[in-house]
Structure formats: C-alpha cells, structure tokens
C-alpha cells in the first residue's frame, strides 16, 4: 500500500539526463508534480542518472510513468487516486530491478526532488479505538476483506501476517496482487517492514525505506472480534511533501461472514467517523496462494 508514490518522481529522469545538451533550466517542473534539480543530479547522482537511462527497465519505468504524471493537474481525486494507480503499474511493471531502486534512494537521499503537497487528511487525533489493542493483537496471519484507500488499500489476494522477532519488535510481512500496464496481475511477496511492539491503547508508529523515499506511518488498532476472527486499523502516512491515510479490515479466513459488518461498521463511525460503504471489497477469491 506505500510504493505508487515512488513512480510520481521518475518523470523527469528521462529529461535531466540530457539537461544540459539542451540547455534547460536549473531546475524543472512538469505539469503540477516534482521538480527536479539538475544540479543537485549532477553533483550527487549523475553515474546513476546514466546508468538508470541505459538499463531498459528503468527507462521504461521512467517513460510509462511520464504518461500519467502529464495528468497530475487534471487528477481531481483524492490524494491523486487516478495519476497513482496509474504510475502504480509502471513500477510493478518495469522499476523493481535495483538499478531503478538506486536511483530513486539518490535522488531522495540527496534531496534532488522537491513534491508537490498532498494535503494531510488524517483523523488524528481525533481516532478513539472502541478496544485498547497492542501489536500482539495482530499476530498471525489475516486476509484482507476491505480498504479505505482506492490505490493501497485495494489490491486483491491480500494478506497481512505479523510474526513477534524478539521482546521489542514485530516482522510485518504484506502479500497481494497488483495491476501491470498490460492490466495482468503480479503478485508482491517482497516487503517486509519492523514494527513495534506496544502495549494495549498505545499507537503503532514506525519508519521504513521502500523503494528510494522515507516513510513514516503510524496505525490505530480501532477494535477486534471477541472470538479473533476479524481485527479493524486505521493508519496515517506521510512521505516528503506527500500524506495519505487509509484503514484495513482483516480476517482470519478467506470469506468474512457479513454479519460481521454490522459492527465493524459501527466501530468506525464510533472510533474514526468512517462509513464501511465508502471502503473497497478486496477480492480473495483468486488462487494466487495456497492457502
């Protein structure tokens, strides 16, 4: 649910490499997305600017993804839901190879990309949890029934499994399928993030690197079923000038019995001011794992 951001930059790779044999600016702005700083590039990033441009996975990331951007200023979506489902599958599709990863952590390491703002629309700190949850709660592994956000939270055959690596720390492991630009599926089994381990009513807040950008992400457990088959979050993010929010409801089985969302629908008005019918169905009917 936190790599579609990264395609947003890779825009205007493609251009600065040939900066200035064409004489453009110090720095460039396309549509209402990034800017790139050409000198900074030169100065920190320049052996990896070449080499992202001659290896073709990276060039074909920066080329698909050029597509959406040039739509940024007529994305009228929330948090630009169209330009990052859409730049979502140039990454899937061409930039996981780590000739394009290494480009990306220079350009952010180095602050060569300046974003543009995404407003912060988190609930904070106005989430009260309807049950005080720690980390332990979510130990295991869940399929993921519904999201709240349109690009993270939807991916279909997703499942979460938390597994406790030591008194302090907990091993998030995600799994789901996403989209290709071909509109195929490809299954992510890759990420894996350290969360903390907390106590009941504390927040879970953690940092992560993913595919070149720093993130910072903190979750509220909002309420569990009293039998353990179902748990409900909520989550705020941010990410250089870039916020987001969204919230999972996760199952111990395949198929949630809908009787459920009769409460998990009342715990999200009561704890966050969520409506259930505003959240996505994630399909789990796809055999994409034996499970």
């Not at 947003?8 to 900066?19: D, E, K, M, N, P």
């Not at 009769?262 to 008005?269: C, L, N, V």
């Not at 399909?283 to 994409?288: E, G, V």
Request: net charge negative.
């Amino acid at each position: 649910m936190l790599r579609p951001i990264v395609a947003l930059i890779t825009a205007l790779l493609l251009i600065a490499s040939t900066a200035h044999a064409h004489q453009l600016p110090e720095q460039l702005k396309l549509g209402g997305g990034p800017a790139l700083n050409f000198s900074c590039v030169e100065k920190h990033c320049v052996s990896l600017s070449v080499k992202c441009i001659l290896d073709k996975g990276c060039r074909e990331a920066i080329e698909c993804a050029s597509k959406c951007f040039q739509d940024w200023d007529k994305d009228t979506s929330s948090q630009k839901f169209v330009v990052q489902n859409c730049t979502s599958k140039c990454v899937f599709t061409y930039g996981e190879e780590q000739t394009y990863q290494d480009y990306m952590g220079c350009l952010t390491d180095n602050k060569c990309m300046s974003f543009p703002v995404i407003p912060r629309t988190c609930k904070a700190p106005n989430v009260k949890p309807v049950k005080q949850l720690s980390t332990k709660d979510f130990g295991g592994k869940w399929w993921v029934q519904r999201g709240y956000h349109k690009v993270y939270d939807c991916y279909p055959c997703q499942t979460t499994e938390f597994k406790q690596i030591n008194e302090t720390a907990w091993l998030y492991t995600p799994q789901y399928e996403t989209y290709l630009v071909n509109n195929s599926l490809h299954l992510v089994t890759n990420q894996q993030f350290v969360m903390p381990n907390t106590a009941p009513g504390e927040n879970i807040s953690f940092a992560y690197h993913d595919v070149g950008l720093d993130h910072s992400e903190t979750w509220w457990p909002l309420d569990k079923a009293a039998d353990g088959s179902w748990i409900i979050m909520y989550y705020c993010g941010n990410t250089a000038q870039w916020n987001y929010e969204g919230s999972l409801v996760m199952s111990k089985s395949r198929i949630l019995d809908p009787s459920a969302y009769k409460q998990i629908g009342a715990s999200y008005k009561q704890a966050v001011g969520l409506d259930i019918n505003d959240f996505c169905f994630t399909d789990t009917s796809s055999d994409c794992m034996n499970t």
